[in-house]
């Protein structure tokens, strides 16, 4: 339901673009987002963007460790989800997912609880050498 890509191996201080695009139910999800795993660590999350209407601006949020270095974005017309990551540190070696999810958070659905999220891509792998 979600395909993710980009992942690669970058310096510290390089540039890597994450893609996720969504299929079948996960296309109608309201909330995108990316989690992080590292070797030995629980899988974190990263950023999340919310769909955007008429009357209200999508959301985005992100974990302290990322602000002013990555980007989320989502394109409307496909749904899907892009994570620019610029001045990667070794730190943000991890395998990436993408995650969606249908539910809005007006019903209380959590937007940084990994464990909320219905639908998971399979990950790419993001290798900062330092």
């Known amino acids: 339901q979600l395909q993710a890509s980009g992942g690669g191996l970058v310096q510290a201080g390089g540039s890597l673009r994450l893609s996720c695009e969504p299929s079948?139910?996960?296309?109608?999800?309201?909330?995108m987002g990316w989690f992080r795993q590292a070797p030995g660590k629980e899988r974190e999350f990263v950023a999340v963007?919310?769909?955007?209407?008429?009357?209200?601006?999508?959301?985005?949020l992100y974990t302290t460790s990322v602000k002013g270095r990555f980007t989320i974005s989502r394109d409307s017309a496909k749904n899907a989800v892009y994570l620019q990551m610029n001045s990667l540190k070794f730190e943000d070696t991890a395998l990436y997912y993408c995650a969606a999810d249908r539910r809005s958070v007006f019903v209380g659905f959590n937007l940084t609880d990994r464990t909320e999220y219905e639908y998971w891509g399979q990950g790419t792998l993001v290798t900062v050498s330092s």
């Open positions: 963007i919310t769909r955007s209407s008429a009357t209200r601006l999508a959301t985005t």
């Open positions: 079948g139910r996960a296309a109608v999800s309201l909330n």
